[in-house]
């Protein structure tokens, strides 16, 4: 009886111990699957210029974001394999395992620190209101009464509900709110500041004088991948310090 009950302990604390080291193996499996396939898997919404776009002479992803995700593979010694899906999706995507990074301009805030880790900022902006250059609408002041439109599951979306006595009118994408600032459906379009300043550069579009916020952009990563995360950190870091990224933010004006 005594030998049994010693049997029973020693399968129980074998078992917890099995249990316990489960999360960490998982961990590094996760990260040595990537390395062994060489292929980092990247979800991103290409519907955001100059950051993360579709050239329709190609059909391929091009962009800031899809540029520097590539060098930083190739400093980890990887390929890239992109997944398009809708902005408000990838996150879901990351935490489930579909893709390993999501880049895709993501704005590092509290609410999604709870979803995904988050690489150190690779992108430093704000969000601008982007109206036409013939409109009265100036400042901040000038939307009362008024509506502006912005990204479904972005900063952006965020910062426009903020806007005192103005609508926020929440789209699918980026493209959208500024076609509807072009058609009059919307006073102002509330975009990234380098989004802004790109379709101001090229239409009949002007930005108000100051962004309405400040912040820092990042990748994202599954919670409890410290492996990939590290990896991403030093490539970035890598692509910092050589000169990498200084050259594709004026490749992209950004």
Do not use: H
């Amino acid at each position: 009886m005594a030998k049994f009950t010693k049997l029973v302990a020693v399968a129980a604390m074998a078992a917890i111990c099995f249990t316990s080291a489960a999360p960490a193996f998982a961990k590094a499996k996760a990260w040595d699957r990537i390395q062994k396939s060489g292929t980092l898997t990247v979800g991103t919404s290409p519907d955001y210029p100059p950051f993360e776009s579709v050239d329709p002479a190609t059909n391929e992803v091009i962009g800031f974001d899809i540029d520097l995700i590539k060098a930083a593979a190739a400093e980890m010694g990887l390929k890239v394999k992109f997944q398009s899906m809708g902005f408000d999706s990838i996150i879901i995507a990351v935490k489930n395992g579909q893709v390993n990074v999501g880049m895709s301009s993501f704005s590092v805030t509290e609410e999604r620190k709870a979803s995904v880790d988050f690489t150190g900022p690779y992108y430093k902006s704000g969000s601008m209101i982007l109206t036409l250059k013939d409109s009265p609408v100036k400042t901040v002041a000038d939307l009362k009464g008024k509506r502006v439109a912005a990204q479904i599951g972005s900063t952006m979306a965020e910062a426009a509900k903020k806007i005192e006595g103005c609508q926020a009118q929440i789209v699918d994408d980026a493209n959208i709110a500024v076609m509807m600032v072009k058609n009059g459906a919307v006073a102002g379009a509330v975009l990234d500041v380098a989004i802004a300043g790109n379709y101001a550069a090229k239409t009949d579009f002007t930005l108000f004088e100051k962004p309405l916020t400040y912040e820092e952009t990042a990748a994202t990563v599954k919670k409890g991948s410290p492996e990939l995360l590290s990896a991403l950190n030093k490539a970035f870091k890598t692509l910092e310090a050589n000169g990498t990224v200084a050259k594709l933010r004026a490749k992209w004006g950004v």
